[in-house]
């Protein structure tokens, strides 16, 4: 810049003092800066070497400006270099923290002593997002083979909303939470996780600034970006969007069915309005105080077939509560029934923690008691044959996106049983008294067991008929690993105690069935990485029961041998004493109440305020063998009654970091974030003597200490100016 031109400059801006100028160039714009307007150049982008657009004509400037804003996807800000300062190392960026940009590290990292890098090929990546519609195909495609057939995101209609995509009319919000939140599935390298996190940060950051005008297409964004911020980890932001996706939804009337639209358009609805209820329902676990949406403020009729919503056919299902007379079941897709399963599953989560908050069950809580499970079986009854549970059906499910789906549906029609009679399991933290039980009937409670077992069993053999088709099969829902954990528990805890008890074998195989089908699950869930840990140690714990028998077993054996003392010692291996207060049977000694729910939810966070630094690593995963387990569910005839013993650890709670050096597969999507188990303890707001058994409940996550800085000042151009580009 001459002497001259800079003194003109500076004259120019002198002689119109405190006088905004008329004119702003597309990259001040779209920086939010001031600009001069200086024709020819703006002073800004001759400092940080930009081409300004007032060095091209205003009517191509437009012309780009606009097309720009409506066409590059996921998010034209990709394309703006930011040149305030150096390029900022990956791990800055991500916590949208100042970088120094010194090398080969940042002070920011040192200080820190975390890994450093920057990426070079970054923007790359970025502009070939924006640019080959090859790799964004590659997304949408990923997004309905593994988020779309997950509980809770099934409503979008592929054909249309490729074809809107195509045509550059899509949500551009939406198209970036769907990339970001399936970038997971499809990410290889820490630079295609970091440019995932962008996206579903952008994706958030701009429908939170349109809050004051709820879309479709927004509704739709958020209740993607709760998935990822579940699968993430991230529960104070699951918790915030829910609530706000269900003010939305009221305020648009999506609990009632629009006559006007067209069938596409009244199902799209449906779907939304339904999604929501689904994840509000695990969400709130059946406690009225979280409950934002009931079954009561939804008037519509359950979802269609997928092939009907696809193909644009016009049917009629039925309502949530089937009205006599009407017979429409045909019509309803497995959506539909996996919300019947868990409207059922709410009254019976309602039923148990009113039960256990009185401490007795009194024989009007017996005859609901058999009114529910009648009614899950009842369930099973309306299942078209198609969907019922058998070696053919799962076969040809296998290798489709559907068997997510199907898979859920009858893993929660087993654990409906589960959660109904888990009260009687002794050492479970929402198990009655000792001493209510031992007053109850032993044939009532022997029964409960029985169910309660044969049900948490039936899960594992599902799990195991999964195995045997291929270890690679990806049941993709993240209430897997809940669910899994859950039967683990039950075999453990009830096999030794039934009147047919498991054999111990048996029990640990069907227990490292409920570990291997998660093998997949640990290397895209940080969740399901830190539950399949707990099923192991629960494994472990088993087969050192199984040693310990055996070891006492040689020991007698040659002890009668040396010493002639059998009877003696025999009747010494045989004698259990009952603990105080045992429930049902004196000769039976019940197990210690389990320590994974030992302290309440709110004891933990004030813990982890009061030593926030001292966190401990979890323990690593042993390496699972690859058996052929079998789908057979046998039980012994005799078996002695020995107890399960499981140890208490005295870490109640879990904190890690999964760092991108160590393991790249589990710190997605970016952001590192202190781990811990409170998020599954039972939260004591008030609510009775029951707690959450928190390995039962498996999607309350109330996380603290996770967000980190503000949300991003960057606003992705555009808004949802489609919104029926649907119908």
Not at 538 to 544: G, K, L, M, S
């Amino acid at each position: 810049m001459t002497a001259e031109s800079s003194t003109s400059r500076k004259s120019s801006r002198a002689s119109k003092p405190g006088k905004r100028p008329t004119r702003i160039c597309f990259q001040c714009r779209n920086r939010k800066v001031r600009c001069d307007g200086t024709a020819g150049g703006c002073e800004n982008c001759l400092r940080l070497g930009f081409t300004c657009s007032f060095k091209v004509q205003d009517v191509q400037m437009r012309s780009t400006s606009s097309q720009s804003s409506q066409v590059q996807s996921p998010s034209s800000t990709m394309t703006l270099e930011r040149r305030r300062g150096r390029k900022a190392c990956l791990s800055c960026h991500s916590q949208k923290a100042k970088c120094s940009g010194h090398l080969p590290r940042c002070e920011r990292c040192s200080q820190r002593g975390i890994d450093c890098q920057y990426s070079s090929n970054a923007s790359t990546v970025q502009s070939d997002l924006t640019s080959d519609k090859g790799i964004i195909r590659q997304h949408i495609d990923a997004f309905f083979e593994y988020i779309y057939p997950i509980p809770g995101q099934s409503f979008l209609h592929r054909a249309i909303f490729l074809q809107n995509w195509y045509k550059n009319a899509h949500s551009p919000y939406l198209l970036q939470a769907l990339c970001g939140a399936t970038a997971r599935f499809l990410a290889s390298n820490d630079v295609q996780r970091q440019q995932a996190a962008i996206w579903i940060n952008e994706a958030e950051d701009q429908v939170l600034k349109m809050i004051t005008e709820p879309s479709l297409s927004i509704i739709e964004t958020l209740l993607i970006t709760i998935f990822d911020r579940l699968t993430s980890r991230k529960f104070g932001k699951v918790m915030a969007l829910s609530a706000l996706v269900v003010r939305f939804a009221f305020a648009m009337r999506l609990n009632y069915t629009d006559k006007k639209l067209t069938f596409v358009g009244q199902e799209r609805r449906r779907r939304l309005m339904w999604s929501i209820f689904m994840c509000d329902t695990l969400l709130a676990n059946g406690r009225a105080d979280f409950t934002l949406v009931s079954a009561e403020k939804i008037h519509l009729q359950l979802p269609c077939h997928e092939r009907d919503f696809s193909f644009d056919i016009p049917v009629e299902t039925e309502l949530l509560k089937r009205a006599p007379g009407l017979d429409n079941h045909s019509n309803i897709g497995m959506m539909g029934f996996l919300i019947r399963i868990l409207e059922i599953r709410v009254r019976i989560q309602k039923f148990t923690h009113e039960m256990v908050d009185r401490r007795n069950i009194t024989p009007d809580a017996r005859l609901e008691l058999e009114s529910l499970a009648n009614e899950v079986q009842q369930f099973s009854t309306t299942l078209p044959p198609t969907y019922v549970l058998n070696e053919r059906n799962v076969f040809l499910r296998a290798y489709t996106p559907e068997r997510t789906t199907y898979i859920m549906l009858h893993v929660w029609w087993n654990l409906c049983y589960c959660d109904l009679y888990r009260f009687t399991i002794p050492g479970f933290h929402e198990a009655l008294p000792d001493e209510v039980l031992s007053n109850l009937p032993t044939d009532f409670l022997e029964r409960c067991r029985e169910r309660c077992l044969k049900h948490a069993v039936d899960v594992a053999n599902i799990f195991e008929s999964i195995l045997k088709l291929g270890r690679d099969i990806f049941i993709t829902d993240t209430a897997l690993s809940i669910c899994a954990l859950q039967c683990a528990r039950i075999i453990t805890s009830l096999g030794p105690l039934v009147e047919e008890p498991l054999e111990k074998p048996v029990i640990v195989k069907k227990s490292m069935a409920c570990s291997d089908i998660l093998q997949r699950h640990s290397e895209l869930y940080p969740t399901s990485r830190l539950l399949r840990g707990k099923i192991q140690e629960i494994v472990r714990a088993a087969e050192r029961d199984i040693r310990r028998e055996s070891d006492e077993i040689v020991y007698v054996y040659f002890d009668m041998r040396t010493h002639g003392q059998a009877d003696n010692q025999i009747s010494g291996t045989e004698e259990v004493q009952p603990s105080p207060g045992s429930a049902i049977d004196v000769n039976l000694q019940l197990p210690p109440r389990q320590v994974f729910t030992k302290h309440s939810f709110l004891s933990e966070i004030r813990q982890m305020a009061d030593s926030h630094d001292a966190d401990e690593l979890i323990p690593s995963n042993e390496v699972v063998q690859d058996s052929r387990l079998s789908t057979s569910f046998a039980r012994p005839e005799e078996i002695s009654k020995s107890q399960q013993v499981m140890q208490p650890e005295n870490n109640n709670s879990v904190a890690t970091n999964f760092t991108s050096g160590s393991e790249d597969r589990h710190d997605f999507p970016g952001d590192s974030a202190d781990y811990d188990m409170t998020w599954m303890l039972g939260p004591d707001f008030a609510m009775g003597n029951a707690e959450y058994d928190m390995l039962m409940d498996p999607f309350l996550r109330m996380h603290n200490g996770v967000e980190n800085g503000p949300w991003s000042s960057e606003r992705f151009p555009g808004s949802d100016q489609n919104d029926t580009f649907y119908f």
